[in-house]
């Protein structure tokens, strides 16, 4: 190459080098992730208790099956009232949960609100149990479960809870598919009616209301089954299925696709058979068979019994579960799980607290 | 164990298609301008990507360069995915010749991104992400080829390209503080190679008179292999138990498919002043394989019951057919020149419209895409014999490119999927100049 090609040719490579440019941070680092409220869901730790579950009511009482219920409509407040059964006999207790200071979350007004005891009905048994609370209009319903039956109570306006003195749903011994009792209802209230679901036999069910106060069966099959077993159980690990023994606690709401469908989507617990227990989803378009997700939403802890709140952006799942994962023994927590899972929830950072509690 | 959980997730991952951005966005300002519709007509450095036949057809040394700057704003929802920009500079050397009084001519072409040398990204595969467009600006693109034109009206020509790969191992190996994982003490160890693979290129050009070429052109298919292997070796503290812990994990993934292509392509001339370009491309996306990466990954630690809850071994990810369909592209191009006695003046437009070979997304998987319209415009400045050391010819091409991506609705069959339906759409805007010299 000659001196005047070399010349050109360092022209160009000067050119060349004026249009480099650093390189910039990595972009499209946050995934994009429309139906993420749905789950699946990340605990809310305890940062101090390292392996502990994120429990927010107290390890020495074994509270179970909570169901919650926004305090207020302010998609930016995340106090909740909650309802856990606890007890022998079984009694609905019913406490608030509130960011506190330094982003404590606080346990206060915990009272009774639910019992055989006090307001006995003839159909109940001494337990009353597997609470769901529906805020419908300006009417806050409680459904229950106590003997073969559920039953619903209405809030008063001193605050508690009036029993219906009849049943909304009892077992029926010619179902072909139940057992001997119906419980963990859940209830969707909207323009088309009542709408329940509830377990039996180890399977889900459905029942519809005009009043929401007494519910007849949606035909004559569960909605929801244990999955088929896969083969031989072994040892429980990630190939078993999470649902092949039992599925219940349904949690229902309402949805909307992306081409405007409505979706009613169910939130259940299921058991393997190894006895682990996990939250799955299950969803339908109207008049559809319910769908399951790919995969259960929540895994750890031995999560039963699903309670969910939609804040905003965000899903809370409010479940029972063990209060160490590392220990079968410790069952009774009452656990938090927030999605998007890559979100934060910082006013409210999960701290057991015993104050209050009766 | 949050180390542990990211390698585990790691392991999960898939990198997008991120095809070879030379076909997207074009190699050189002319090119582009007409919406590379270039198998018939190239000549320069452009032509070891287009057509090497095209060598052939070069009278003098050429040194070409350039730049271009592709800016994208990819939706998902109306939100910017905020998709990476393409960047680079694209060039290369043409030296022609006669062996045994046949012309021939070497080329080579250079593609070289400015932000890195090579990149990898890898998601899960039920993550949305622009299949086609993601990540795939950091791809190093080095092509060699020879032509030849043993009679008049007929040129050949072909060659290698080759693209870079990465592959790497790393270890970590130390105390990790499960309590505490800032206090952890751990050595990190990487290694990484950048390879390449190899990727045959041919052509073929027929000269039918003054007025009209015909061009043919194949590219092979290519995919850049990923491996990374890892060992983690070491101990584990909780609440004052320490315990062993081994990890060790296994990912094998594919990175910047190019799909096989073959181009039949037209140039006409039916004015002294007036060009235009027809290209007809078969694009074969139904070999695309999925990225997902396959891995293997397994964890021991003991001495922690009651302590630690041990998670079991990753599940195997369940790596879906993506099912993409072949397509056919066509690229037209016009070019009109104004000649003066000292310069030459062109004006350059071209169109091109990419159907997606992505079918609906309705299942687990989420690979974005939409049908692509592109428009584009240039300029192009002939200089000949710019000053006394320079009897050839100075070269100046700018373009400027659009493309719209009409939204594309994604409705999932199963109404619980965790990611949902959603509208995908989108632009691009793609500035580059090219000079060059020939001697």
Known sequence: ?358 | MPRVRALVAASLLVAPAAANPLGTYGFGSREAAMGAAMTADTTGASATFYNPAGLAMAQRLTLEIGHFNVNQRLLIDGRDTRTDPVKGLNGGVVAPGELFKIPFAFGLGVHLPDDRLSRVRTMRQDIPRWELYDNRAQLLFIGAMLAVRPVRWLSLGGGIAFLSSTRGDFAISGRAQLDSTYDSQLRHEVDADLTTVRVPYFGARVELGERLSLGLSYRGESKLDLKLDADIKGEAEKLGIVAPVRYTLGSHSFDAFQPRQLTLGASARPHPRLRANLDLTYVQWSSYESATSRSTSHLEISGVDGVLAVPPDTKPTVVKDPEFRDRLVPRVGVEGWLVDARVRVAARAGYVFERSPVPPQTGTTNFVDADRHTLSLGAGLRVPKPSDVLDGELRLDVHAAWSFLPERRTVKDNPADFVGGYRASGRQTNLGLTLGVLF
């Open chain 1, 1 to 358: 190459m000659s001196a005047r090609h070399a010349a050109w040719l360092g022209l160009l490579l000067l050119a060349a080098g004026a249009c480099g440019t650093a390189a910039p941070p990595a972009g499209n680092d946050d995934s994009i992730n429309p139906n993420a409220r749905l789950g699946p869901f990340r605990p809310l730790r305890k940062p101090s208790e390292g392996t502990s579950a994120p429990q927010i009511a107290p390890a020495s009482r074994k509270w179970d099956h909570p169901a919650a219920l926004p305090l207020h409509e302010d998609p930016t407040d995340l106090a909740l009232e909650l309802f856990v059964d606890s007890g022998t006999p079984r009694v609905i207790t019913r406490f608030e949960l509130a960011a506190g200071p330094a982003r404590r979350a606080s346990i206060t007004d915990a009272m009774v609100a639910l019992s055989h005891a006090a307001d006995p009905l003839g159909w109940e048994s001494t337990d009353v149990a597997h609470p769901f609370v529906l805020r419908a209009g300006a009417e806050t319903r409680l459904y229950y479960a106590s003997g073969a039956c559920i039953g619903v109570a209405v809030r008063g306006g001193d605050g508690a809870f009036v029993k219906r003195p009849e049943p909304a749903l009892c077992a029926d011994g010619a179902s072909s598919w139940e057992g001997p009792l119906v419980t963990a209802p859940a209830v969707l209230a909207d323009g088309a009616g009542w709408t329940m679901f509830y377990e039996s036999g180890g399977a889900i069910g459905e029942a519809a209301s005009a009043d929401g106060f007494v519910f007849s069966r949606s035909g004559g099959a569960p909605v929801l089954t244990p999955r088929p077993p896969a083969g031989p159980l072994t040892d429980g690990g990630v190939d078993e299925p999470f649902d092949d023994a039992r599925v219940g606690d349904p949690h229902a709401q309402r949805g909307v696709s992306s081409d405007g469908r409505s979706i009613v989507h169910v939130y259940y617990t299921g058991e393997n058979r190894a006895g682990a227990t996990a939250i799955g989803l299950a969803s339908r378009f109207d008049g559809g068979p319910l769908t399951r997700s790919t995969a259960p939403v929540f895994t750890r802890y031995d999560a039963r019994g699903p309670s969910i709140v939609q804040k905003g952006a965000l899903t809370l799942l409010i479940t029972g579960g063990r209060t160490n994962e590392a220990q079968a023994t410790t069952a009774g927590g009452v656990l938090v799980g927030l999605a998007p899972a890559t979100s934060s929830l910082p006013s409210l950072v999960a701290e057991g607290d015993d104050a209050g509690a009766p």
